[in-house]
């Protein structure tokens, strides 16, 4: 029998020999789950007339349905989630993700948030078998998106879809949103607002101005944007960059039958080493945040002095292809172009290079002032640079743009006092890196990261309205007992044979109905 289902049933199931039957086991032994972990406790929060909600979750991937799914279950009911995308279209998975396998552990815990009956091995086992999992070197990219759909639905979590936060501004009774639902404008109000925008949401990517100054719009593109890389087949290809995502887009490049792939690596040889994993202990994943700044600083400044490597599946993926070429210490490269030929050439070399179309794989970058959403706050959050000065040796660029948030992943004010609202505004994405430690949103980060937001959300939920908690705690209290539970016990002082008259006596000076 398979592991994480319930056996008793799948022996009423009279198609359990199938794995149709296994599937659909798992969904009501993934609903019972929750109800035996405490289900959905009622909302606790009291409602106030002014607001439509007491938390917004922008973006509908991965992150946000398992923030709402948390919150949920913390008794934090008046939720909306909402996305930018159509359905089927939210997140990376199936938009932009371009490597066959997820680069993070098959056993990592991940949305399931404890429920092991939620998590992806429960899916894929009941939908594959346990052998086909123990054989699984990593998670398929595909069955990854395929699963956050299912995961969607067995939480009962409704995103709604083709919703755009436009700007936010404080209001009376806390956040005023203005949205685009399907490109018609409409305001909301809710208390707190959680931005769960992926990598993105920090800023935005990172385009090399020596790209996006030499070159018109259609002959170059991000890795990290859509690509119709059909379109570049027979055609000659420029990668700059050498993480994974670059790899990425040049193995999905020559699969689609590109001509030729030159990565261009500006340092002397690709990062050997993943150094980001030395923080990936529970330890210091939850308790990061509590460091001193110069600790954290010291810490993220070392760890941060190059982008991560690739992973090795990524370079097989796209050096098993003869038409591709790595280019190591390329650097002060020169682009031009006749509107249809790009010419390239290094510094300090006088070969050059032609091709038809330029990916930057060079990532993203932290700058809340590149997000619109935040252009009517983002001069009064602090960022690390205004609550920080590194010593000589230290000093990170990237790094200093990064917000300055709580434990709880708010932001804070740049200036004491002049802006309130933002501490009702938690930032659960890559920009929390120094603050909080890695990126919260990675699957690594669920495990710590969520139930550490969500804490600190009801924490501040509860205390804005203590007073009403205070009248609630002290209010009307229905009685437990009749009195007829205990009535014929009652001690009059004399043996048990003898006491029955008395007994009776005391029935009948007790209340009525008890």
């Known amino acids: ?124 086992e009941a939908r594959h078998g346990e052998a086909a999992y123990a054989e699984m070197r990593s998670i398929s990219r595909l069955d990854w998106a395929d699963y956050l759909v299912w995961y969607r639905k067995m939480v009962g979590v409704s995103v709604r879809f083709g919703t755009r936060l436009e700007t936010i501004e404080p209001a009376q009774q806390g956040l005023r949103l203005r949205l685009s639902v399907d490109g018609r404008p409409k305001q909301e109000v809710c208390r707190k607002l959680v931005l769960a925008t992926g990598f993105a949401g920090s800023g935005g990517v990172n385009m090399p101005a020596f790209i996006a100054r030499s070159l018109p719009a259609e002959l170059y593109a991000h890795a990290e944007e859509p690509i119709d890389f059909a379109a570049l087949r027979g055609r000659r290809i420029a990668i700059f960059g050498a993480a994974s995502s670059a790899f990425d887009a040049a193995a999905v490049a020559l699969e689609h039958g590109a001509a030729s792939v030159h990565l261009f690596c500006r ?172 990126n919260p949103a990675e699957v690594s980060g669920f495990r710590h990261g969520i139930p550490q937001l969500v804490s600190a959300i009801g924490g501040d939920l509860f205390t804005a309205d203590a007073a009403q908690h205070v009248a609630r705690a002290l209010g009307p209290c229905q009685p437990i007992l009749t009195g007829q539970e205990y009535r014929d016990s009652v001690w009059t002082g004399q043996d048990s044979q003898a006491s029955k008259p008395a007994k009776n006596a005391v029935k009948d000076r007790l209340p009525a109905g008890g």
């Open 1 to 124: 029998m398979r592991k994480g289902l319930d056996v008793r049933e799948l022996r009423t199931d009279p198609c359990a020999d199938g794995m149709h039957s296994f599937a659909e086991a798992l969904d009501r032994t993934a609903q019972r789950a929750i109800e035996r972990h405490g289900g959905y406790p009622d909302n606790w929060i009291p409602e106030r007339a002014s607001t439509d909600h007491d938390v917004v979750v922008v973006g509908g991937g991965q992150s946000g349905v398992a923030i709402a799914f948390a919150l949920r279950r913390a008794g934090i009911t008046r939720t909306a989630v909402i996305d930018t995308a159509d359905e089927g279209g939210e997140g990376i998975w199936l938009a932009t993700a371009r490597m066959n396998a997820l680069r993070s552990p098959k056993h990592l815990p991940g949305p399931e948030l404890g429920l092991p009956e939620l998590g992806f091995q429960a899916w894929y």
């Open 267 to 438: 340092h002397d040889d690709l990062e050997r080493l993943s150094v980001m994993r030395m923080l990936y202990y529970p330890g210091s994943v939850e308790h990061f945040r509590l460091l001193p700044d110069a600790e954290r600083w010291t810490i993220m400044s070392a760890l941060c002095r190059r982008a991560q490597g690739p992973v090795p599946d990524t370079v097989r993926r796209a050096t098993r292809f003869d038409t591709f070429h790595l280019h190591l210490g390329a650097r002060d490269p020169l682009l031009e172009t006749d509107e249809v030929t790009i010419s390239l050439r290094l510094g300090g070399h006088d070969t050059g290079f032609e091709f038809d179309f330029v990916i930057a794989g060079t990532g993203y970058k932290v700058d809340l002032r590149a997000r619109p959403e935040l252009r009517s706050i983002v001069d009064q959050i602090a960022l690390w640079r205004d609550r920080y000065r590194p010593p000589a040796g230290e000093e990170h660029e990237d790094l200093a743009r990064h917000p300055y948030l709580s434990p709880g992943f708010a932001f804070t004010e740049k200036e004491p006092g002049t802006a309130p609202c933002l501490k009702d505004i938690h930032f659960f994405g890559a920009g929390a890196l120094l603050s909080n430690g890695r």
